[in-house]
């Protein structure tokens, strides 16, 4: 079957701009998670959705970054007046129900940023 | 308390050889162990996992060694071959939960 899908695959935007990166999980997966992975960072948890619960934030690094999940289907990620050090490739990733016990997490190929 | 300590940072081994990575961890919490491998330009891609009750799990060339007393688990690669060169990610988490992510070994298999 399909799998993680992320939309765009490159993106290159000014300083200062805002951007929205979009990610579609595998079909059944009820949770969705949102990872970051740069040079110096290797690869940080950002945000986690779980069915109707409230989402986990505590790894967004700012309160420029959001991220909301319509349908509890697809994602979006927002970053608003992108800086330099927000460039990094940005990774989605889907899991089976919490309830399952099925905790494998499967990544799609993620979003380049790069902030110039 | 939440990290994952992976290592060597990189690793040379010759075809056909072990390839052995190792990480440790210190939140006793954790009840699963995923390891990743990414190729270039490519999302991670889960390999093999395993849950602290048991030792040892292994599919194909593939081995995860796990010692919860020591809070250490360990990925072997049996006859390794050059398409098995690319980086290697343990990670950690309490369930489903956010996994945390060791830094990452980059494997070289020397043909």
């Known amino acids: 079957g399909a799998g993680v899908s992320q939309s765009p695959s490159n993106k290159v935007t000014e300083k200062g701009k805002d951007v929205e990166l979009r990610c579609d999980p595998i079909s059944g997966h009820t949770a969705l998670y949102w990872y970051r992975q740069s040079l110096g960072q290797g690869l940080e948890f950002l945000i986690y959705?779980?069915?109707?619960?409230?989402?986990?934030k505590s790894g967004l690094p700012s309160d420029r970054f959001s991220a909301e999940r319509t349908g509890g289907s697809v994602s979006t990620l927002t970053i608003q007046r992108t800086q330099q050090e927000d460039s990094a490739v940005y990774l989605c990733?889907?899991?089976?129900?919490f309830g399952t016990g099925v905790y494998e997490q499967y990544f799609g190929p993620g979003t380049r940023l790069t902030v110039t | 308390q939440q990290q994952v300590k992976q290592s060597p940072q990189s690793l040379i081994v010759q075809k056909g050889g072990i390839s052995i990575i190792n990480c440790a961890y210190e939140?006793?919490?954790?009840?699963?162990f995923p390891w990743y491998q990414q190729f270039p330009g490519k999302g991670p891609a889960l390999l093999i996992a395993i849950r602290p009750d048991v030792s040892e799990k292994k599919e194909g060339r593939f081995t995860i060694s796990f010692n919860k007393s020591a809070k250490q688990f360990s990925l072997h690669i049996m006859d390794s071959q050059p398409g098995d060169s690319a980086t290697y990610f343990c990670a950690a988490s309490w369930g489903a939960q956010k996994l945390v992510f060791g830094q990452g070994t980059r494997l070289t298999i020397n043909p």
């Open positions: 959705f779980q069915g109707n619960s409230a989402p986990d």
């Open positions: 939140n006793t919490a954790f009840d699963y």
């Open positions: 990733a889907s899991s089976l129900d």
